[in-house]
């Protein structure tokens, strides 16, 4: 099956710092999309980029899919970033995500 | 437009015993997938269903799990005679289409505890 690693598992950031999180994926995907799952458990979609580059406020992401990577960047990270992110992507074919093991992001006051 | 709706919360249940999840899709999405969420682990891959149907039940352990969507009314999410390693945090999603081309929006999950 499909392989997704996240990287790094773990993140600890001073308040006001930027970060970038890393999702390689081994094979050829259609879709892709960024979670945050917070302290209360709670997953919310951040992005679905398949490709190309977003923004919204102060996360953007960046799909390469020829190379088989994408970049989940925060800046200016606040308390409430933290939390795990995970990185999902879904190949032609499939019916479903599968997970990365995420990026657990710690901000701290 | 209220988001995907799961309940219980949180759900409790003896070894043996039947738990029922429950998950009501965002109003104009018809495809639902559950997920299933050990501790410190990302989500699997359960079941995928549209209205009456079921489409994708790769991720289904083949015994005491099953799952349903009626044509009215929430999805269920059935686990029988539940053992201590069912204990996991299950999700909802729904979406308008297949996913490959939507977002996912996930409900707040059903936190299972087997004791």
């Known amino acids: 099956g499909i392989q997704v690693e996240q990287s790094p598992p773990d993140l600890i950031l001073q308040e006001g710092a930027n970060s970038t999180l890393r999702c390689n994926f081994s094979?050829?995907?259609?879709?892709l999309q960024w979670f945050h799952q917070n302290p209360w458990g709670q997953l919310i979609n951040l992005f679905y980029i398949p490709s190309g580059t977003k923004q919204n406020g102060r996360l953007s992401a960046t799909t390469v899919a020829t190379e088989r990577y994408s970049l989940l960047y925060i800046s200016s990270s606040q308390t409430t970033d933290s939390g795990v992110y995970f990185c999902a992507v879904e190949r032609g074919g499939a019916n479903n995500l599968f997970f990365g093991t995420g990026t657990r992001l710690t901000v701290i006051p | 437009n209220a988001g995907v709706m799961q309940n219980p919360r949180h759900l409790v249940r003896r070894r043996g015993q039947e738990a029922r999840l429950r998950c009501s899709p965002m109003k104009g999405h018809s495809h639902v997938y559950w997920y299933r969420q050990l501790p410190e682990e990302g989500l699997k891959f359960m079941v995928y269903l549209q209205k009456e149907n079921i489409i994708d039940e790769s991720g289904m352990p083949k015994e005491r799990f099953s799952a349903e969507f009626p044509k009215e009314g929430p999805s269920i999410l059935r686990i029988q005679q539940v053992v201590r390693g069912d204990s996991a945090a299950y999700f909802c999603?729904?979406?308008?289409?297949?996913?490959?081309?939507?977002?996912?929006?996930f409900g707040n999950g059903t936190r299972l505890t087997v004791t």
């Open positions: 999603a729904s979406s308008p289409n297949r996913a490959y081309n939507s977002p996912l929006h």
């Open positions: 094979d050829s995907v259609n879709n």
